[in-house]
């Protein structure tokens, strides 16, 4: 491949790491010539308040799929659980990668364990699907909204603004910064958002070369998972202010799919949680099994909790 392939990413950190990772495969692989276009997105600068009231994880990607659209960039690498479930026409999802550690992690630099946290403890997140688990499972916790990159999120633990604060592992590990993580939430405790710990490869729909040699790129355990979680939100009307989780394992050619929703203004209602599993080796199969998750969540009473976001 001689033609130049242009990333388009975020100018964080972590982002920074993602699409580099990218780089090197592309260089690897396909031996492809790679230029990083870096960007500040909506999402980055709005950060005195949460996501699901400035217009969602959606604003982490609009500017890269601008330079998309505009020719100045081929490919955008996101998290995936930063991506909506719906992309604007005219754009595509076309690859996964293996997933890294999809659960969330516990950062304290007082305490050993979420469990150890003293009542009424201060515990920073802005994730909705993470205030209503930790509610869930210590009503007696108070959490109050933790934006910015990583590294302002650590920073501001570190001035002593937070007892603990919750991560994604992912991130951590990817950068270096295993060491910050006290303890993991088992998944049983703490179920992952869709596509968390993964990366997404974004393209124009019409760039069919780019697409056939980014197909090697995939993963498929991690593609037929995280297509099964992402179609439990798109089922659901998926947006940033649904506290939804939704997290596939596999057991051989079976994929468990646990997933739960809380409602996203009253923390003392119960979860609404379920586990189903299918073989699953085809996309429509995993599309499937999402569907599936999405039906059982609404014969729980998800309508009422989908009314309130």
């Not at 109050?144 to 991130?171: F, M, Q, S």
């Not at 659901?236 to 409602?263: D, F, I, N």
Request: charged fraction near 25%.
């Amino acid at each position: 491949m001689t033609e130049k392939i242009v990333i388009a990413t975020r100018e964080s950190r972590l982002a920074l790491w993602q699409a580099e990772h990218v780089k090197a495969l592309l260089e690897d692989k396909l031996q492809a010539q790679v230029e990083l276009l870096g960007m500040t997105t909506r999402g980055d600068q709005i950060l005195d308040r949460t996501l699901s009231k400035v217009g969602g994880k959606g604003l982490f990607v609009k500017e890269l799929e601008t330079a998309l659209a505009e020719g100045r960039a081929r490919l955008a690498v996101h998290s995936l659980k930063d991506v909506p479930m719906d992309l604007p026409e005219g754009f595509a999802l076309v690859a996964i990668l293996e997933r890294e550690d999809p659960r969330d992690a516990f950062v304290s630099n007082r305490y050993e364990n979420f469990e150890a946290l003293p009542q009424g403890a201060l515990v920073g997140t802005s994730s909705l699907r993470r205030v209503v688990q930790l509610k869930n499972l210590r009503p007696d916790l108070r959490i109050e909204p933790l934006r910015g990159n990583l590294d302002t999120r650590l920073r501001k633990l570190d001035e002593g603004g937070y007892d603990a604060i919750v991560l994604a592992a992912a991130g951590l590990m990817r950068l270096g910064l295993a060491e910050r993580i006290r303890s993991r939430f088992d998944v049983e405790q703490m179920i992952p958002c869709a596509g968390q710990g993964a990366l997404g490869l974004e393209i124009r729909a019409d760039d069919a070369a780019l697409q056939q040699h980014l197909a090697g790129l995939i993963d498929t355990p991690t593609w037929l998972a995280t297509q099964a979680e992402r179609a439990v939100s798109r089922a659901l009307g998926g947006s940033c202010s649904m506290p939804l989780a939704a997290h596939g394992r596999w057991h051989g050619e079976q994929l468990t799919l646990q997933v739960a929703l809380g409602h996203p203004e009253e923390n003392a209602k119960p979860l609404l949680k379920q586990t189903l599993q299918a073989t699953v080796t085809q996309l429509d199969q995993a599309l499937a099994l999402g569907q599936q998750a999405a039906e059982a969540l609404r014969a729980l009473g998800a309508a009422d909790y989908l009314a309130a976001t």
